[in-house]
């Protein structure tokens, strides 16, 4: 029996930050809104549910008067998506 | 990026796209960091040269120092500019931070060893410098795949070796070694930077 995927990635903003967060160091908010074409409020929100869930680590510094958000994954992150890849695949193999 | 429900295809084309979209920026481009070094540094060493041989004053060589300055300062512009970290920045930045201690670790020890036996003398620091800064183009280099930066760094270890010969043999330095400390950021940064740069656009 195939598993379920995991809902807080099989949404299509949160999966395409996590995509980029796992080819990279990491990533500050600008690059984020402007790698998944998405608006400030709604990736805001998307990231609040990923650091929530222990999936991203999102550090908030004061650069002068602005806010600097930079996320990078957590280990936990890392074997969340690697495990949904996993589905994924054995859900792609059903469909041959 | 509107919400929809993704199916396991689209899924994987959104991974495989958002991947694509980071590889972009992935694509390193040190030329403009090799350029800002390499103007700094080979415009100090001409202008001490220029102000020891018009003054005849040795006092110009602590001129020097301003690249401890200009280092802190393209550290705190770098950070700034910077949105995203890729894996190969990380590992330039953790090569240059050890180099870094390099350069700080032979200041303290050559300032240190120069108060005990109370003769300071930083010449030392100009074919280790030449050494240190070498092996950082050398090696960020390989790291990035440019030839341009892998091969030019060893006349900087010549130069260095031949200074530290003469430092050996005749224990003393001459003006000339600032031009030839000039000279080697010239071959291995300003002409690096500029071919890098030029293949940076090209590939845009």
């Known amino acids: 029996m195939l598993r379920d995927l995991d809902p807080l990635l099989h949404s299509q903003l949160r999966l395409a930050v996590v995509s980029i967060l796992m080819s990279v160091e990491e990533a500050d908010f600008v690059f984020l809104k402007e790698k998944t074409n998405s608006t400030a409020g709604n990736l805001s929100v998307q990231l609040e549910k990923l650091s929530e869930a222990g999936y991203i680590e999102a550090n908030r510094t004061l650069e002068g008067r602005r806010t600097r958000t930079v996320c990078r994954m957590t280990e936990k992150g890392r074997q969340a998506f690697a495990s949904y890849i996993d589905t994924l695949k054995d859900y792609l193999n059903v469909g041959k | ?121 930083f010449i030392l620091m100009m074919p280790l410098s030449l050494l240190y800064c070498g092996l950082g183009i050398s090696i960020t280099g390989i790291i990035v795949r440019e030839p341009w930066m892998i091969y030019p760094p060893l006349l900087s270890f010549t130069i260095c070796f031949y200074m530290l010969q003469v430092l050996v043999i005749s224990h003393y330095a001459t003006n000339l070694w600032n031009l030839l400390f000039g000279l080697s950021f010239v071959v291995t940064y300003i002409i690096p930077g500029h071919i890098i740069n030029k293949k940076s656009k090209v590939k845009c």
């Open chain 2, 1 to 121: 990026m509107e919400e929809k429900v993704l199916t396991e295809k689209e899924s994987l084309e959104l991974i495989s796209q958002m991947i694509q979209a980071t590889k972009k920026n992935r694509a390193v481009s040190p030329g403009k960091e090799l350029l800002y070094w390499g103007y700094f540094t080979s415009i100090l060493a001409l202008t001490i040269y220029l102000l020891i041989r018009f003054t005849s004053s040795g006092i110009w060589s602590w001129g020097w120092m301003l690249m401890f300055v200009f280092w802190g300062f393209s550290f705190f512009v770098h950070k700034r500019e910077k949105t995203v970290v890729t894996y190969i920045d990380k590992t330039i930045g953790q090569v240059w931070q050890v180099l870094g201690w390099m350069f700080v670790i032979t200041f303290w020890v050559v300032a240190i060893f120069g108060a005990i036996y109370g003769r300071e003398d």
